[in-house]
């Protein structure tokens, strides 16, 4: 049965790893065997899909091997990343900021980088305070909620559109006013007004729930602030595991393109999918209605990518420079007309 790990990144990440470390051995994983992390939320469809019709030991036993997969459900990347370059995970998954950051900061050592991408969803810039109609309307008294301040998806998105609008030496500006509160919280802190929290960059399905309140109102998305589609969330591992497991990859990133197909086949059936794995206590015509919804494309494609690599260099967050999306990508998605 699948174990999952609730915590709180910044206080609890230590805890986590260490139970992580306690129960899966240190010594490298034979070929056969997987252990992947989630987080939370619909983004992680594909995953479910694999999960649910047991894809990666379908095309395991094509590639000739029993492949053990071990499923764990993390929310926040800051305790994957430890356990991932810890061994104790082989693949995790998160936004691709943090991901980039990986890639960067291991560049040389772990060589730690992208699988797939895990679909392009955008992210809604919400507020409930009547006198903001636009980002520039966002004042020393406005709060906005994102998951991780100043380093997350929403953070680093937030900084590439402040460095447009008002120069690169304000690209923090947003993260001043910024305040770290998970999306639930966020969500019922902006419907119900009467706290600090006056806005929230949010993903699905929390800005489909908080447009339902006349107080809150959409001012930006990323895909607004991207030019388009984007990729959310990626899975990433370690050239070791790369390495180390050519079947046992080769078999996974099988299953995520089978995922894809199948969802895009029957968006229905895939909500229903979603529901079931995740236990999910959402209403089934809202977890459709996002499925379905055309901006949300549930591909392993990335697309845009290499803005955040090309930006975040420009602006200093990441030190090694990216000649283009293949540089954080693994070869087995080479093929695909990613960006």
Same mark, same amino acid.
């Given at each position: ?248 990859? +080769?078999? =996974?990133?099988? *299953?995520?393109?089978?995922? &894809?197909?199948? /969802?895009?086949?029957? %968006?229905? @059936? ?33 697309? +845009?990518? =290499?803005?955040? *690599?090309?930006?975040?260099? &420009?602006?200093? /967050?990441?030190?090694? %420079?990216? @000649? ?16």
């Amino acid at each position: 049965m699948q174990k999952k790990t609730h915590f709180r990144p910044a206080r609890l990440a230590a805890g986590v790893l260490a139970g992580l470390l306690g129960s899966v051995s240190l010594l490298a994983r034979a070929e056969g065997e997987i252990s992947i992390a989630q987080q939370f939320g619909i983004g992680y469809l594909l995953l479910d899909v694999v999960r649910d019709q047991k894809l990666i030991e379908k095309h395991g036993k094509e590639q000739g091997i029993d492949i053990q997969v071990e499923w764990r459900s993390i929310s926040g990347a800051t305790a994957m990343n430890e356990a991932l370059l810890a061994g104790a995970l082989d693949v995790v998954s998160a936004g691709v900021p943090p991901m980039l950051t990986m890639w960067d900061r291991t560049r040389g050592r772990q060589n730690v980088k992208a699988i797939a991408a895990l679909g392009s969803l955008p992210n809604y810039l919400l507020s409930n305070n009547p006198a903001v109609k636009s980002l520039d309307d966002l004042g020393e008294k406005d709060r906005i909620a994102v998951p991780a301040a100043g380093v997350g998806f929403q953070s680093r998105t937030l900084q590439i559109e402040a460095a447009k609008r008002y120069g690169k030496e304000r690209f923090k500006r947003f993260d001043d006013i910024s305040v770290s509160l998970p999306h639930p919280d966020a969500t019922a802190a902006l419907t119900s007004g009467g706290s600090e929290v006056t806005a929230h960059f949010s993903s699905a399905p929390f800005y489909y729930q908080a447009l339902e309140s006349p107080k809150v109102r959409k001012l930006i998305s990323s895909y607004d602030i991207l030019g388009g589609p984007a990729t959310f969330n990626v899975l990433y591992t370690t050239e070791k595991f790369h390495k180390d497991n050519p079947k046992t990859y +080769r078999a =996974f990133y099988a *299953a995520l393109a089978e995922a &894809e197909r199948i /969802v895009k086949a029957d %968006k229905p @059936a895939a909500a229903q999918t979603y529901i079931r794995v995740e236990n999910s206590k959402l209403a089934p015509e809202l977890v459709e209605k996002i499925v379905e919804d055309e901006e949300n494309d549930f591909t392993i494609v990335p697309q +845009r990518t =290499f803005i955040y *690599a090309e930006k975040l260099h &420009e602006l200093g /967050v990441l030190k090694n %420079k990216a @000649a283009s999306w293949k540089d954080y990508f693994f070869e087995e998605a080479h093929d695909a007309e990613g960006s």
